[in-house]
């Protein structure tokens, strides 16, 4: 059987630490700027991890888990 390919969209959007979790950018940050604070979108800046709800689903995706 041929291996399963990674999924391209995931491979441009999530990062592997070498912890092994998995970094993602925060949402909400692309439109709609002005009604938000400067606090929030700067707190938006950061990268954070993806939930352990997720953490399968994207392994999945990313080509590193089954």
Same mark, same amino acid.
């Not at 700067?42 to 080509?63: C, E, N, P, Q």
């Given at each position: /059987?041929?291996? /399963?390919?990674?999924?391209?969209?995931? =491979?441009? $959007?999530? =990062? #592997? *630490?070498?912890?092994?979790?998995? &970094? $993602?950018?925060?949402?909400? =940050?692309?439109?709609? !700027?002005?009604?938000? +604070? +400067? =606090?929030?979108? $700067?707190?938006?800046?950061? /990268?954070? *991890? #993806?939930? +352990?709800?997720?953490?399968?689903? #994207? &392994?999945? !995706?990313?080509?590193?888990?089954?």
């Amino acid at each position: /059987m041929p291996k /399963m390919k990674t999924c391209s969209s995931a =491979k441009k $959007r999530f =990062k #592997v *630490t070498p912890s092994g979790k998995i &970094k $993602r950018a925060q949402a909400f =940050k692309n439109h709609i !700027l002005t009604k938000k +604070t +400067t =606090k929030q979108k $700067r707190g938006l800046t950061k /990268m954070t *991890t #993806v939930s +352990t709800a997720d953490m399968s689903k #994207v &392994k999945i !995706l990313l080509g590193i888990g089954k």
